[in-house]
């Protein structure tokens, strides 16, 4: 029988606190070996958790540990790249947080020491993982609604003090709300288009003083022969009761107050995302799941077997360097303020 996937897990922030649970559920096929921070108190308090875990306070012992199979990177995005290529070119698996890289030049170097060592390289983005979601993508690859001419996203939330200090450095996070929303919703779209679009033009203002970055999105994706998506964004938007602690502080946002829809228009009807969480087609129900962290096991089941198997994982790096693409565009649109070309990869 071949033996449990060997994972350490880098980073023991907000995040961790969904991955953790997922690992111990999967415990059949997941032996959580490592643990990484340079934090000594969280690492003492997190291994206190789990039996026989070693804990690394240095990234590089961790690399020399022969019996870690893959790495778990829960880090500052600005940190993505750097101890994605280290592990791969190890040979280690990585399943980095989303977004995939800082821009599309480290989303390539990533990609390219996987080819180069064997390894395999999964972005988490973890939004994809719910019923509900799988089933719409699955809808429109059997054309269940005729050919696709319109994806529209939009998110109204408020958040009003990040949920974290690193949040508010654009040099740590890449800018605000595409990074951290942006990037699953910009994914959602070239999933179920299966292709970048021709063209990228998108706005974005920052008015939260509590962050450098953007709060105020709109983007809008050409895709050519009458197809296109739309995103609308704000971080700004209190539309719905705060919950006990306000929304604010050290607590993120949630969707459940927030408004996030997803209508996807094709030829012969429509189907509707409410959150993750429900799927309507022409008004309909169609599937329903609870809202929970379910999600975060799923895409670490898919990772664990996409080694076991020898395959590319869903929302494998070569994937998602698409996603990748489309990010860096939006950014060279707002900061040209320029119709940007995918196919010539230049302004017009």
């Known amino acids: 029988m071949q033996h449990r996937l060997r994972l350490a897990v880098v980073g023991l922030g907000r995040v961790s606190k969904s991955h953790l649970p997922a690992i111990r559920e999967l415990h059949e096929h997941i032996e959580l ?22 804990t690394y306070t240095s990234y590089e012992e961790a690399l020399n540990d022969p019996t870690i199979d893959a790495f778990l990177l829960l880090l500052p995005h600005d940190l993505h790249a750097d101890y994605a290529i280290r592990a791969l070119q190890r040979g280690k698996h990585v399943l980095v947080e989303k977004p995939m890289a800082m821009n599309v030049t480290e989303a390539r170097s990533m990609l390219d020491a996987a080819e180069q060592h064997g390894a395999r390289l999964m972005v988490g983005q973890s939004r994809r993982f719910f019923g509900p979601v799988m089933e719409s993508i699955e809808r429109i690859r059997a054309n269940e609604i005729g050919g696709l001419i319109h994806i529209h996203a939009l998110l109204l939330a408020h958040m009003d003090k990040p949920a974290t200090d690193w949040w508010k450095d654009e040099a740590k996070i890449g800018g605000f709300i595409i990074p951290l929303w942006g990037s699953h919703i910009l994914d959602y779209i070239v999933w179920a ?20 970055g953007e709060d105020e999105v709109t983007i809008s994706l050409n895709y050519g022969t009458g197809q296109m998506a739309t995103v609308v964004m704000s971080f700004n938007a209190g539309c719905r009761p705060a919950d006990a602690e306000g929304l604010t502080g050290k607590r993120i946002w949630s969707t459940q107050n927030s408004i996030y829809q997803r209508y996807v228009i094709g030829q012969n009807g ?51 360097l698409r996603v ?19 196919t010539r990869n230049t302004s017009v």
């Not at 288009?193 to 450098?212: C, F, H, K, M, T």
């Open 324 to 342: 990748m693409q489309v990010i860096d565009a939006c950014f060279e649109s707002m900061r040209t303020g320029q119709v940007v070309s995918l």
């Open 33 to 54: 070996v490592a643990l990484v921070s340079r934090d000594p108190a969280k690492l003492e308090q997190e291994a206190a958790e789990w039996d026989s875990v070693r």
């Open 193 to 212: 288009y299966d292709r970048l679009p021709e063209s990228v033009y998108a706005q974005g203002l920052s008015n939260n003083p509590n962050w450098g």
């Open 270 to 320: 429509m189907l509707q995302l409410n959150d993750e969480y429900e799927l309507a087609l022409n008004g309909e129900q169609v599937a329903a799941c609870e809202r929970s962290n379910a999600n975060f096991t799923w895409q670490l089941r898919e990772f664990a077997e996409a080694i076991r198997d020898g395959r590319q994982p869903l929302a494998s790096g070569q994937e998602i």
